[in-house]
Every structure is written in C-alpha cells, then in structure tokens.
C-alpha cells in the first residue's frame, strides 16, 4: 500500500503540459517531476529517474539550502524567472542541464555552483549579489576537482565579491552571449599546473567593470575569445601594486600553435594594460594570434606587453587601432601579475 502511495504521489507530481511555464527540452517529452520547495527537491533528486527522464521543473520562490546532483539531471526554472536557488553542487556525473533560473543574494566561503567532474550544459541562468561569508568565497562558479566539459550560454554574472567564475584545473569550458559584469576579483579566472591541457573558449561574450582583471589565465590552459568586448576594469591593489588589465595569460604555452587566439573584439577602459602575454621562462617565442583587435582607453598605459618571452615580427599586425603602441615599444621594466592561484575551500 505504500508503494502505491508514493508511485501515486510521484505521478501527481508529474506534470502533462508544461510548455507555458517551462522550457523543456526534447529528451523530456512534455513531462517533468515539478519541485516546489527544498524538500520536494530533494525528493526529485532521488526519484525522478525511472517516471521522469531525470527532468525536474522547479516551482516560484527561493530553493533556500544546499543541492547536490550526483547523477544525469535537468533541472528548469520558471520561464517568468521567479526561480532562485542558494547552492548547487554538482559532482562526478554526465548530461546535467540547468535552465531558466537564478542564483540571487548568496552568501557562500566558495561558490554559488560548484561542478567537479561532471558535463554540464545551462542556458539562461543568471547570478547576482554572490557575497564572500569569509577571507574566501563570493564567487559565482567554481570548476574543480576531475575534468569537466561546461558549456554556459545566454546568461548573466553580476556583482560577486570575488571571481565571476573561477576555473581550477585542466577543463573544457565554453562561454557562449555571457556577460559578467561588475565582479569584485576578476570576471573570469583560470588556472592550472597540471600537466594536462585545459581549454577555455569565449564568444559573444561583454565583460564590464570588473576588478582587477577581466580575463586571467595561468598554466596549462588554452584560450580563444572572439566576438566579444571588454569594457571598464577597475584598478585593484595587490601586494603594493595597482593592477587593472583587460586579458592577462602567464604560462610557458604561450609558444604553441593556438594557444592564444584573440579576434574579432574590443578591449577599453583598462587602467593599465589591454592584454599582458608572460611566457615565464624568458626565451620562447610567442605564438599567440590576434585578429581583428582593437584596444583604446583614456587612462591606460599599455596597449599589449610581451614579457618573458619573445615577440615575433608579426605578432602586432591583427589590432586596428593599438592607441599604446609608442608606449609598448619602449617598455623597459616588467609588469606585476598577480601570478598567485587560488585556494579553494
């Protein structure tokens, strides 16, 4: 009798037609598992898989705890966008899919989504007001632990206290019409000293008036951006020094093939530099592509510097308007990276 209870229960739960308030995808066949609160969402977690095809639509209001998906699943907010969640952590699992919903005035000593391991694919979710509850945390998306391959598309980061996104490790990520703005510790961070290679790629992307820098790489991890701009970073002191650069890449990668692309956007509002490319040892050549570039700002001092490493002859031809170029050519001392990797707790 209790089993029949529950199966009754679970197929209430299952709603026929839900096209008006939720934007399901195909493998969900119309149906999903409808969650209205943490309980009920936690419930979804554990029986969705056998009526459901893993597919959970999540009710109005606030998902006020922490959630963890440790298995295929596709969770879809409301399309009114009036679905707001607190913490979310998927580990160690393929085919996960987030969709139509937020992450809003979050206190967290690590991130709001936290992925480790796992393939990963969200489509308008959006994150504001994500605060640090300690020295760490404040960000918006950590991605750690084994490799992951996370695609983000059509969304949205806003106001952190620390990195937009930080990136921890050798991992495959594809930003697609995001725009991260108004970040407290660099918009986008990525950094990896293993021995495999990362990959991060960004398109269409608008990066505005973040801290420090927009874009960061260290260690082993390729990079491509195009179609995107970057504009406004604001200055940040570190360790005695004023920093505030547009894209910044430090690595002994830089003399591969397609380690660095950059095309097709805009690079303004900088206070000290538009891209800074160290290649650590001091001796390799650049292989780094530009494109179609353009950097200019009323305050900055750089428009693109390679150091620790060597400059080739036509490493500067991609930019259409390099407003810093007397000033690059006649650079003399190093600039100051923050070349320190993040501790995650």
């Not at 800074?276 to 700002?297: E, H, Q, R, T």
């Amino acid at each position: 009798m209790f089993a029949f209870i529950l199966v009754f229960i679970l197929l209430s739960s299952c709603s026929q037609d839900v096209s008006v308030d939720y934007d399901l995808s195909e493998e969900c066949g119309g149906k999903c598992y409808t969650a209205h609160d943490i309980n009920s969402l936690q419930d979804a977690l554990v029986n969705s898989a056998a009526a459901f095809s893993n597919c959970v639509c999540l009710g109005s209001g606030v998902f006020d705890g922490s959630i963890t998906v440790a298995k295929p699943l596709r969770l879809f907010g409301r399309k009114d966008g009036s679905t707001y969640l607190k913490n979310l952590v998927i580990s160690d699992t393929s085919g996960v899919m987030l969709r139509d919903f937020s992450f809003k005035n979050v206190s967290t000593d690590s991130a709001a989504l936290f992925i480790s391991g796992s393939s990963v694919e969200m489509e308008n979710i959006s994150f504001s007001g994500i605060s640090a509850s300690s020295v760490f945390g404040g960000r918006g998306i950590v991605i750690s632990g084994k490799d992951s391959d996370v695609l983000m598309k059509n969304s949205k980061m806003e106001r952190t206290d620390g990195t937009g996104i930080l990136i921890n490790g050798a991992h495959k990520v594809t930003l697609e019409n995001v725009t991260l703005l108004k970040c407290g510790f660099a918009a986008l961070w990525a950094q990896n000293n293993s021995g495999k290679k990362g990959n991060l790629s960004v398109s269409g992307a608008v990066f505005s008036d973040n801290g420090a820098a927009a874009v960061e790489i260290l260690g082993n991890t390729a990079f491509q951006i195009s179609e995107s701009v970057i504009e406004g970073v604001r200055k940040r002191d570190v360790m005695l020094e004023s920093v505030g650069d547009g894209i910044v890449v430090k690595n002994s990668f830089l003399t591969e093939a397609d380690s660095i692309l950059i095309e097709n956007s805009s690079i303004s509002g900088f206070p000290r530099a538009a891209i800074i490319l160290d290649g650590v040892d001091g001796s390799a050549p650049v292989a780094a592509a530009f494109k179609n570039l353009s950097v200019f700002s009323e305050e900055g001092s750089f428009g693109l510097v390679v150091q620790n490493a060597v400059e080739n002859d036509s490493l500067r031809e991609g930019f259409t308007r390099n407003d810093f170029l007397s000033a690059d050519i006649k650079r003399e001392e190093e600039l100051f990276i923050i070349d320190t990797f993040f501790e995650l707790q």
